[in-house]
């Protein structure tokens, strides 16, 4: 299958989980599955747009008193009066404008000056109106989106639930800790999982390392819990790589399975019959990155609710072998320049802003696509 094809489908084949009530100061990360309506105008009373003072009626005003932010006062005020006020203070009744400190002269209890063009007061519902859009669906919660929320009175918002992950660790060399002795490595995957993960608006659900054994790698799949399982290593064709074989056994539906590209050829996407997903990452550590880059992420976006987007392009410079049929995918900098020709490993990825999706008849300086370094 074409690396575009595969990275489309994961993209395009999972809705978006269901929605849930939350608070919106718990729904940060989350995706809105509801447009946000304003529920309290904004500002919600009408208030000094700066420091000076509040005049009712034409000047000179009489000063009656002082009203900081925050103070509620009680009754009109009468023509002719004045109280000083702090901006973000409600406006007390009769009030037609706030004259600002630097365009008055105060003398004793007695205000003059001049009410311009401008009043000063902002006025509720001047900037959102109940009822009026706040954000609309399909925004990720960000801080700022979160600010706007309560500022317009809202409580609770309708997220998507969030994809739980779960990730099985293969490999009987693979080790957690410690120095490796002979035959084994350290894992690489644990990390760049999680990261890609929580990226893309996944949360982790179980953890487990798995020796190289078909029934344990069953039983680990029949009770791997969360939507999605991640399975590193165990993708290709040798005596100890059970997994495709099993997927196939339990009926799995494949979606992707093999893709036309280096590193990362054997990547699978595949979906159980109870409805998990499962994406195969092959055990090379720079070509698993590639998988998960490749089908992961775009896959939990869609779960997480995330609007299917492209992926960006920047013209990229520099001499890799291409990959006839298929394409290579090599590190980059922001700027778009190649980190070393050749490279593939994690040290190469390490030095990189994105990695560069490049056709076999992409040519130095042509753009092409873009995955983010985690
Ligand atoms: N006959 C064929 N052999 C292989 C093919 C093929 O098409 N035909 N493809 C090669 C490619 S490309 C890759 S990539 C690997 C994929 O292998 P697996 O996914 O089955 O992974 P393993 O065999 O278990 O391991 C490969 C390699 O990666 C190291 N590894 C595994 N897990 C980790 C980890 N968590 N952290 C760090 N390193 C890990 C492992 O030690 C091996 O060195 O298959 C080729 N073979
Ligand atoms: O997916 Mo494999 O190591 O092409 O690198």
Same mark, same amino acid.
């Given at each position: ?36 309506? &304003? ?9 000094? *747009? ?53 365009? &008055? ?15 000063? @007061? ?46 099985? +660790? ?23 999982? !999680? ?13 487990? $390392? ?13 009770? =791997?819990?969360?939507?999605? @399982? ?6 290709? =064709? ?20 093999? +893709?036309? &590209? $280096? ?30 880059? !490749? ?43 190649? +980190?070393?020709?050749? =490279?593939?490993?994690?040290?190469? *990825?390490? *030095? ?23």
């Amino acid at each position: 299958m074409r690396w575009q094809d595969a990275w489309a489908i994961a993209r395009d084949s999972a809705k978006p989980l269901a929605g849930q009530l939350l608070p919106v100061e718990a729904a940060g990360g989350r995706v809105l599955a509801g447009a946000v309506r &304003c529920e309290r105008p904004v500002p919600a009373f009408d208030n000094a *747009a700066m420091d000076g003072f509040a005049v009712a009626g034409p000047g000179p005003w009489t000063i009656s008193g002082r009203v900081l932010a925050g103070a509620v006062t009680g009754g009109t005020m009468r023509p002719g009066s004045a109280v000083e006020i702090a901006t973000g203070a409600l406006v007390p009744e009769g009030v037609e404008a706030v004259l600002p400190y630097e365009d &008055c002269v105060v003398e004793d209890d007695t205000v003059t000056g001049t009410v311009g063009p401008r009043r000063h @007061i902002r006025r509720a519902g001047d900037s959102l109106a109940v009822g009026a859009p706040v954000v609309p669906a399909g925004r990720i919660v960000t801080a700022t989106v979160a600010a706007a929320i309560v500022q317009a009175g809202v409580g609770n918002v309708l997220v998507h639930r969030p994809p739980a992950v779960t990730l099985l +660790v293969t490999g009987d060399e693979v080790i957690s800790e410690g120095v490796p002795g002979p035959g084994q490595v350290r894992d690489t995957f644990t990390g760049l999982v !999680t990261a890609v993960a929580a990226r893309a608006g996944g949360v982790p659900a179980e953890r487990h $390392r798995l020796p190289d054994d078909r029934a344990l790698m069953r039983d680990a799949l029949a009770a =791997a819990s969360g939507d999605v @399982i991640v399975v590193s290593g165990s993708s290709s =064709a040798g005596a100890a790589d059970h997994l495709h074989e099993l997927l196939t056994a339990d009926g799995a539906t494949w979606l992707v399975r093999g +893709v036309a &590209c $280096r590193p990362g050829h054997p990547q699978a996407l595949a979906v159980l019959p109870d409805g998990r997903w499962v994406v195969s990452l092959p055990g090379n550590p720079y070509a698993g990155l590639v998988a998960a880059l !490749t089908l992961l992420e775009p896959l939990l976006a869609a779960l997480a609710g995330r609007p299917a987007a492209a992926l960006p392009t920047l013209p990229v410079t520099g001499n890799p072998k291409l990959m006839p049929g298929g394409v290579r995918i090599v590190p980059v900098t922001a700027d778009g320049s190649l +980190v070393a020709a050749g =490279a593939v490993g994690l040290h190469a *990825a390490a *030095a990189a802003d994105y990695l560069a999706v490049l056709a076999d008849d992409w040519t130095p300086g042509a753009p092409a696509p873009l995955l983010r370094v985690p």
